[in-house]
């Protein structure tokens, strides 16, 4: 008993070195920091008062719910710092956000850096002309003409998951949907960013690019938090370091793939007029239509092609799998969603472009679902200037309520734009909002015409705030066929 504790606690203080050795240097260093950089932020916080949330940040399910602790104690922002050097201020006041998000001021850099061997310097991570180049040839890519077809797309991967789900539909036990939602999302945003068939939905056990993707934002958020990692060499030299670089492989032979045979495809076609008199214009035609016109790199090419794989897969699937747990944990909602999209529907079996706009009320709980869950839970800017709020401050060089009501016409009519952002706001804000908002308009309405939700109250989410918002734990639902007659 007594060796079985040894060994428990010696893990427990090996796996939290590099935390305490950043600990140890924040204690050294706070005051020559303070002096130094002159910072303003005393009324926000003390030392003993810092060291105690990040003692407090374990990656246990518990975080999210430390912060919005720390959210509704301190109602306009608190300092976290990681290391002796790196502090973010945490900004939740929407007149607080606003100044930020409608300044110009560009994404973090430090952040961001831990993410562009994976990504490159993609629409996510660049800054300056580079972003604002790569954005103005993207926009057409989301286009309302672009963005129709798609509606089909997604509705047929999605009736490919719900097709898999018949076996659990029969029984009564419950089952983890965050993988299943995950393989649904990759599958549509193949097919409707890169016209590709990856039938990645019924391949056998887990697929290598999502298992990729998950080892990835885990080893970032990792690095972000344990200060000796914030140095290249010890993170290169590290166990974790030469995992990320397996995990990048494997990213990026995906992504090479998928360009390759793009490539190959478009040698026989000139210009976009004659790729969308064969079929549908998609995300990936035009990037490379404009490696010719605008002259493009092909690092450029796959760097926006991994930070679209990336994005375009895997915050929908954690938006989705959220949505579909708060629906079955609040039946009464997920009935009036389901009696909504059934007269929206008039008899039909898929949802179509036309009727997006006519289920509202599904739309309410989705963005309910999107502010108790955001599938990106930070934002991040790094400020070049003082920033001065509205209440003359300046930064220097409870219990979670499903209310979809709260979005009505009548009660958001007064509340700031700043107040929800699940897409960020401003000119940095999420290229690809749209496209996202309709693949969980669809995935839920053909999910609700097809099954009742049901929560299981003994496997509740331990929700971890990553890159990308995750359970530790998986989502688990149970689920029975509607019956429609």
């Known amino acids: 008993m007594e060796l079985t504790e040894t060994i428990s606690k010696t893990s427990q203080f090996l796996q939290d070195l ?28 003390n030392c003993k008062y810092v060291l105690s949330l990040l003692l407090q940040l374990k990656q246990d399910g518990t975080d999210f719910d430390h912060l919005i602790k720390w959210g509704e104690q301190y109602p306009l922002a608190f300092p976290l710092w990681f290391g002796p050097f790196v502090s973010f201020l945490n900004i939740h ?42 954005r103005r040839l993207l926009t057409p890519g ?13 509705s047929d991967s999605a009736k490919t998951m719900l097709d898999k789900w018949e076996g659990y539909a029969q029984t009564s036990e419950s089952f983890e949907l965050f993988e299943h939602v995950s393989l649904m999302t990759l599958d549509s945003i193949m097919k409707c960013a890169f016209s590709c068939n990856s039938d990645c939905q019924h391949e056998g056990g887990t697929n290598a690019y999502i298992k990729a993707v998950y080892e990835l934002t885990h080893l970032t958020f990792l690095r972000f938090r ?23 492989r494997v990213a990026h032979s995906h992504t090479e793939e998928v360009i390759k045979k793009r490539k190959e495809a478009l040698k026989e076609m000139n210009g976009l007029d004659q790729i969308q008199s064969k079929r549908n214009l998609d995300f990936l035609d035009i990037l490379l239509c404009a490696r010719k016109q605008q002259g493009l790199s092909d690092e450029d090419i796959r760097a926006e092609v991994d930070t679209f794989m990336f994005e375009g897969h895997d915050t929908t699937a954690s938006g989705i799998s959220f949505i579909l747990y708060c629906l079955a944990c ?34 309410m709980c989705i963005k309910e679902s999107l502010r108790l869950y955001p599938p990106v839970p930070g934002i991040l ?12 401050r300046t930064v220097p060089h409870k219990y979670l309520v499903f209310d979809p009501l709260r979005f009505l016409p009548e009660n958001s009519s007064n509340r700031s734009p700043y107040a929800f952002v699940p897409f960020s706001a401003g000119t940095r804000n999420c290229i690809g ?27 509740k989410p331990k929700i971890i705030p ?16 509607v019956d429609l007659g």
């Open 93 to 134: 006041h929407p007149d607080y956000a606003k100044t930020l998000l409608t300044s110009t001021e560009p994404k973090d850099d430090f952040a961001f850096d831990f993410l562009s061997p994976w990504i490159g310097e993609g629409l996510l991570v660049s800054n300056g002309q580079k972003w604002s180049r790569h």
């Open 330 to 363: 609040n039946p009464e909602h997920q009935q009036m969603c389901r009696d909504e999209i059934i007269h929206a529907l008039e008899g039909k079996d898929t949802i179509e472009w036309e009727d997006l706009s006519k289920i509202p009320y599904t739309t």
């Open 18 to 45: 590099p935390h305490s050795f950043a600990l140890i240097c924040f204690s050294l260093n706070i005051k020559h920091i303070a002096q130094s950089q002159e910072v303003h932020l005393r009324f926000f916080f």
């Open 226 to 248: 344990t200060f000796p990692y914030h140095s290249d060499i010890v993170f290169h030299l590290s166990p974790h370091g030469f995992r990320f670089r397996k995990a990048c």
């Open 381 to 392: 800017r790094k400020t070049t200037k003082p920033i001065t709020f509205f209440d003359g």
């Open 466 to 481: 990553r890159l990308v918002l995750h359970s530790l734990n998986g989502i688990h639902i149970k689920i029975k066929p």
């Open 142 to 154: 989301f286009h309302y003409n672009v963005l129709k077809p798609y509606t089909k797309l997604i």
């Open 433 to 459: 909002q749209t496209f996202a908002m309709n693949e969980m308009k669809v995935v839920v309405a053909q999910t609700l015409r097809r099954y009742q939700l049901i929560e299981d109250p003994t496997r």
